[in-house]
DNA sequence: TTGTACGCGTTATCAT
DNA sequence: ATGATAACGCGTACAA
């Protein structure tokens, strides 16, 4: 059926409850109303071009029509606008709510990003490597933020591919795009130097995945030093580097393959099973010093007394915990707010300038102490 | 990092420039290899229907030209598919990542609706009322689930006005819409009876807003009797009937406007400096226990020997507080995944059928026990 | 207010 | 088999 076998105007509102298929447009309310197409338009974009009187009649026929408004898809083709934020995960959205950290960084970034008439659009990695390519490449979105996503993610060149501008949180490194971190590094060497300064001197490191391959288990030499993920190798890096200055240098390392709490405390109980046994654990997240607090639970060992953990993001949970946790705080909410000034800034046009950098400080709570003497 | 790196986004900009704005097309490519925009469309989507030679050349030529794909506006207005499921929350996504029932719920709704090249469209409300219509009818999504708004919210007029299927989670009832929910009214009478057995007599409700005004502290009958939220409505007249049944009619109730712990924390406060003191707290929800459990220890009450403390949801962490919460549990995954397969549904076209309840149970830990004689 | 030229693909249907 | 033609899809925006 063409528009030309529309006869009249009340033959039209019948076809549209007898053809389903036939959804009334623009047009439909124009040859209603005896107006152009553009003047509807107007009457929902622009009232301010047309008579009120005029207005309201169109207003009132399209509602009688059952016309449900411009059609977002046809109006973003048009203004080239898809209205969205999309936001890159390296894992399934799983992840994205279970993962404090991740959580108050998104809840910051979306509030950010919400002044306007924007949404987010949340894209699910798969394997740690972020969302498939083919993902990338359909989202109808503006510009994309990545989160934590390791060095050769392909899901970044289907970014690149597609011209969008980018804002890369905490990794990888990416040429062309705004950035912003937080000094991981000096956060580990922080945690470090807070372990070696009150006298441990056989820790152990609880650390993420370094390379988006699923293993987790201890990690060898090997491992770290090819390590894909940019915030990993840093924070070992610190690590090894605060420990270092107090002339520690053999560092069993565990590595979870995703923040989960339960790998936390698989980890951890490896860790606590070594002979002799760490002192002290440097965990890469809060989650996963809750893990082995859990561990240290059930192996009857007392924190402080008996092992020291310190985590990192200072989140919430720190503060509830068993003792409280002493960790490294990040301001995650800033982050995502930066995250998403910066992805307003890049859809307003402006070209990305250097990386922001966060600080970040170390939170003595009570999950820390001078190692016994045994 | 190679030197390659650092060159390849500069030269696309190049090409880019080159073009004076305009960038490649289907028809460019079109032009450029000779055959029409139909074949290009064909090499990208369906690469059976043409030769492995022609379609090889079409590629090269677009990557060559810096052609990004086809356009996902513009295929989602050909195809008449937005490929997102759009998600409408009461209040901000603060809430959303905050929320430990609403993360779970949402990660299992997310990974369930995920497979497929559909994105997860995050909608924000705003005062508790949900998105703002103008947000719902921009949104570029062919499903709505709505979770948890008010009886009255606008959202839903505007979802309704651009026809497109809706999944209700909780509440409201919307005719005509998909719905799943949980018992909540017998989880509440649960909860009642939990205590009344236990022995309590004195017993205190430390509820979610009634309505979405913003109000929080005590709560009259009055507010009770018109509350806009079906939940908070079912819970209320649940405990009521339950501690009914051992003669408790006399039942303050504080009303926290979010599901916020530190409302939580003040609105135990307020219901444990009541004289007599209540015995017990019907919380909601584990955070707003968890609150109350904060408030309890602030005034140097044990739980469970000087107040019992009973939850709702079961989320993790109320395995983890001291003492380890009794709650009542609902399936928060199962609610998850039912929604998102009621979404797929209702996209590949299906009538909404009945609403589907969710059972609940009394998980008995360590918050609850009898009264102590005082 | 209106006419109308885009925006960018998809998908029959048709031709070789 | 392969590829082409052309008809949509639904608005927006600018000149008239």
Redesign the interface.
Known sequence: MTPRDLVGPATYACVVSHDRGR?PTLDTIALEVGVSRATVSNAYNRPDQLSTRLRDRIIATAERL?Y??P???????ATQR???V?FLLGQ???S???DPA???M???L??TV?SG?R??????GVDDLGPRP??V????TDVAVAYSLPDDSPALDAV????IPLVVVDQP?V??SARVEVDDGGGALLAAQHLGSLGHRRVAILGFALTPDGWHGPADAARVTSARFRVSRDRVAGYLSGLGEFGITDVPIWEASCGDQLLGREGARWLLGLRPRPTALLCMSDVLA?GALTAAAELGLSVPADISIIGFDDTP?AT???PPLTTIRQDLVEKGRRAGELALLLLDGSRPGPATTLGVSLIPRASTAPPSAD
């Open positions: 959804r059952g449900p408004g059609d977002p898809t046809a109006r973003s083709l898809a209205g969205a999309a399934g959205l799983s994205a709510f279970s991740l959580s108050i998104l809840d910051s979306a509030s919400d008439d949404g987010l659009l949340l894209l699910p083919s993902s490449a359909r989202a109808q690149r591919q597609r011209n490194v040429p062309g809750l949970a509830w915990t068993t």
